[in-house]
């Protein structure tokens, strides 16, 4: 079992930034990729990022450009830098963690999710 927690979400004007950050505990050798999903009001959650445990990245193009996903040494902690922020950016975001697991597939932890508002 993986636990991940959020947090860096807030209030912040058209054009802004904001660092989003996702600790995890537990199981976290066996994970495979980690990455940040988000959910606007009324719409289904979205994929926006993804770093491998290789550290391959990559984005949703409505982000690339503006936001970067990391990690730290450990790979218990990822992070979402996002810059350049727009009114469409708003929504819950929630760190993913996931594992490949043989004779399983794909088993996914998730973040109680950050809101993230971008406003005047």
């Known amino acids: 079992q993986v636990q991940l927690v959020e947090s860096g979400g807030g209030l912040v004007q058209p054009g802004g930034s904001l660092r989003l950050s996702c600790a995890a505990s537990?199981?976290?050798?066996?994970?495979?990729?980690m990455g940040w999903y988000r959910q606007a009001p009324g719409k289904e959650r979205e994929w926006i990022a993804v770093i491998t445990n290789g550290g391959y990245t990559n984005y949703n193009d409505s982000v690339k450009g503006r936001f970067t996903i990391s990690r730290n040494s450990a790979k218990d902690t990822i992070y979402l830098q996002m810059n350049s922020l727009k009114p469409g950016d708003t929504g819950v975001y929630y760190c993913?963690?996931?594992?490949?697991?043989?004779?399983?597939?794909?088993?996914?932890?998730w973040g109680q999710g950050t809101q993230v508002t971008v406003s005047s």
């Open positions: 537990g199981s976290i050798s066996s994970i495979n990729a």
């Open positions: 993913n963690f996931f594992e490949l697991r043989v004779g399983v597939g794909r088993i996914d932890y």
